[in-house]
């Protein structure tokens, strides 16, 4: 059963950074493409970023140039660096493994940019 935690949430002010953290247990972790996707208070899921293992992150064009995504698979982890963070930022933001066999999700944690 693969098992994912985030953290690193919390509250920020406009301008600010957060760096969140997912680590991932009871699995393979190289075997998965991870990845970073985020819900707002009454809109869909969205992807924020992707990495496989091994290959080049994608992010979606509203962090481009502000988050940065890496993840280690020595340490089973994955991180994402949030800069110039702005309010419409906000939302729950969740950790994402995918193979062809299964996609786990995290239970999320809480980014709120407010000043």
């Known amino acids: 059963q693969v098992q994912l935690v985030e953290s690193g949430g919390g509250m920020v002010q406009p301008g600010g950074s957060l760096r969140l953290s997912c680590a991932a247990s009871?699995?393979?972790?190289?075997?998965?493409?991870m990845g970073w996707y985020r819900q707002a208070p009454g809109k869909q899921r969205e992807l924020v970023a992707t990495?496989?293992?091994?290959?080049?992150?994608i992010y979606a064009d509203s962090g481009k140039g502000r988050f940065t995504v890496s993840r280690g698979n020595a340490k089973n982890t994955m991180d994402l660096q949030m800069n110039s963070l702005k309010p419409e930022d906000t939302a729950v933001y969740y950790c994402?493994?995918?193979?062809?066999?299964?996609?786990?999700w995290g239970q999320g944690t809480q980014v709120t940019v407010s000043s």
């Open positions: 990495v496989p293992s091994g290959g080049v992150a």
């Open positions: 994402n493994a995918r193979a062809p066999w299964g996609t786990y």
């Open positions: 009871g699995t393979v972790f190289s075997l998965y493409t």
